[in-house]
């Protein structure tokens, strides 16, 4: 009997980090520096975006 595995795939983030780093940064600020416990459900997506997300590179 074959068995078949289904495996999700994540979508690669459409925006860049600084984008993504800029949610967080409301997020924090909207939140007063305290998170609730959906707030701290929405900041690990986000970090996780942030990671995954591109980087740009800037001249110094």
Do not use: K
Not at 8 to 32: K, Q, Y
């Amino acid at each position: 009997m074959l068995h078949t595995m289904s495996t999700t795939v994540e979508p690669v983030s459409e925006r860049s980090a600084a984008e993504v780093n800029e949610e967080i940064r409301a997020l924090w600020f909207r939140a007063g520096g305290t998170l609730s416990g959906e707030q701290r459900e929405e900041y690990r997506r986000l970090v996780l975006e942030w990671a995954t997300a591109p980087q740009s590179v800037q001249a110094a």
